[in-house]
């Protein structure tokens, strides 16, 4: 997979990123997608069918102990290959620049994706 596939499109712009963050965090999984580029990537989940896996870190497994009691469950992410210093991004479904905070897009800087959904537990 290159830079490309998930970097800076044309009508696209960057800007530098601090070189220090503000605050930390700790990963607690991984989201398994079958896409490969940016570009394959829904821009809304109830686009696609297919099959995406949450994969919770083994520290972490006891913490879903009575999960199945919960209707739904709010997961926040981010995508590892977005980019996070775009500040101008052109939508494919709107074709004409627009400010990345005025879209629902991939790569906010900073800012997870939340996804909330029914889920299916498996060991």
Known sequence: MSSKD??????????DLPT???A?????GRIHTPWKQRKDCPKNARESEAVCTVEVDTRWREALKDVETCT?????YWMDRSPRDLVLQVPGHLGI???TFALRSPPPPSV???LVGWHKRKE
């Open 112 to 114: 997870p994706e939340a």
């Open 72 to 76: 739904h469950i709010v997961l926040l």
């Open 97 to 99: 620049q627009r400010g």
């Open 24 to 28: 930390g965090l700790y990963f607690i």
């Open 20 to 22: 220090q963050a503000d």
């Open 6 to 15: 998930f970097g800076i499109w044309e009508g696209e712009k960057s800007v």
